[in-house]
């Protein structure tokens, strides 16, 4: 079984700029979870979608952050103006369904860094 | 609002010694999942504890859940050089599935 797949592994880009990073679950999992894990801290739940539907975005900063799954499949999440502080791994993970005994599988991350 | 901590956050160990790690959290929650993390990898999935008095092992690790003290412990026994990595709990507040990670615990086991 494939794990999750998220690319780039690494950006760096300077300040105002706009990001994007991808993200591929595995096969079948109908839940997927955007994440951001600062240096030496756990990771912090950005974004989280049923399929298609992103059920909890409450900690999504929406002034400059946004994310979109479509066909309840892969999924973006992008940043625009980028500003220093969201230098971050920026974290996708998916579950075949939320909660019980699923638990979560996550990729390997992209690393953002702003000048 | 959920919180989760962990302790402690830095533990150095001999390799053949015991020890246990704490994670406590706020909220009501049946369900606490523990993960490890190796540097610049991502989380690998351990123990999913899904009731009260829940136990699960696997090797040398052993987690435990106490829901009725909100708490849970990963214990470790006789520390392998492998075992070096970053453990987080991670726990939902019953009926959000909103996970909240703990800061981690961060183990280096000394040959």
């Known amino acids: 079984e494939a794990g999750v797949v998220q690319s780039p592994r690494y950006k760096i880009i300077e300040k105002k700029q706009p990001v994007a990073f991808w993200c591929n679950p595995i096969?079948?999992?109908?839940?997927l979870y955007w994440y951001l894990q600062n240096l030496g801290q756990g990771p912090e739940l950005l974004i989280r979608y049923e399929n298609e539907e992103a059920v909890d975005d409450s900690q999504l900063p929406k002034d400059r952050f946004s994310a979109e799954r479509l066909k309840g499949v892969d999924s973006t999440l992008k940043i625009q103006p980028a500003e220093l502080g969201d230098s971050a791994v920026y974290l996708c993970?998916?579950?075949?369904?939320?909660?019980?005994?699923?638990?979560?599988?996550f990729g390997d991350g992209t690393r953002l860094s702003i000048l | 609002e959920l919180k989760v901590e962990q302790n402690p956050l830095f533990l150095s160990m001999q390799e053949g010694k015991n020890y246990t790690i704490y994670c406590n959290y706020s909220t009501t929650s049946d369900r606490l999942y523990w993960y490890r993390q190796d540097p610049g990898k991502s989380l690998e999935s351990l123990f999913v504890?899904?009731?009260?008095?829940a136990v699960k092992q696997e090797g040398r690790l052993m987690a435990s859940l106490d829901t009725k003290a909100r708490l849970s412990t990963l214990h470790i026994t006789a520390a392998v050089h492998d075992l070096s990595a970053t453990y987080f709990c991670?726990?939902?507040?019953?009926?959000?599935?909103?996970?909240?990670f703990g800061t981690g615990t961060r183990l280096k086991v000394l040959a």
């Open positions: 991670a726990v939902d507040a019953t009926g959000t599935y909103k996970y909240i």
């Open positions: 993970a998916s579950s075949k369904w939320t909660g019980g005994n699923q638990p979560q599988h």
């Open positions: 504890l899904l009731s009260n008095g």
């Open positions: 096969s079948g999992h109908n839940t």
